[in-house]
Nanobody
């Protein structure tokens, strides 16, 4: 079992910045992919950014150049540094952990296995 707890969300004006954190606890795998997803009311969940245990990253086109995903393995923490925020970035942001996964494309992890873990999410609201 892997437990994920996100934090760092909040309300910010357009053009501002936030840093989201996701702390992983429990059993951790040597090979994995971790990603950030978001879901706005009435919209489907979409991948934002992902990073795998090799350090490869992938981003959604909508956040390239504005968001940066990173991790601190010593702290078992995943980060999402978000800059130049736009109202359309408003959503609930979740982190996910895919054992034995790899980065795919467009901000998604890729895995052929069904096992994955999700956090409860942290709300980001960007006002114009």
């Amino acid at each position: 079992q892997v437990q994920l707890v996100e934090s760092g969300g909040g309300s910010v004006q357009a053009g501002g910045s936030l840093r989201l954190s996701c702390v992983a606890s429990g059993y951790t795998y040597s090979s994995y992919c971790m990603g950030w997803f978001r879901q706005a009311p009435g919209k489907e969940r979409e991948g934002v950014a992902a990073i795998d245990s090799d350090g490869s990253t992938t981003y959604a086109d909508s956040v390239k150049g504005r968001f940066t995903i990173s991790e601190d393995n010593a702290k078992n923490t995943l980060y999402l540094q978000m800059g130049r925020l736009k109202p359309e970035d408003t959503a609930m942001y979740h982190c996910a952990y895919y054992p034995h996964g790899d980065t795919g494309s467009g901000g998604y992890c890729y895995t052929e296995r069904a096992l994955n873990y999700w956090g409860q999410g942290t709300q980001v609201t960007v006002s114009s």
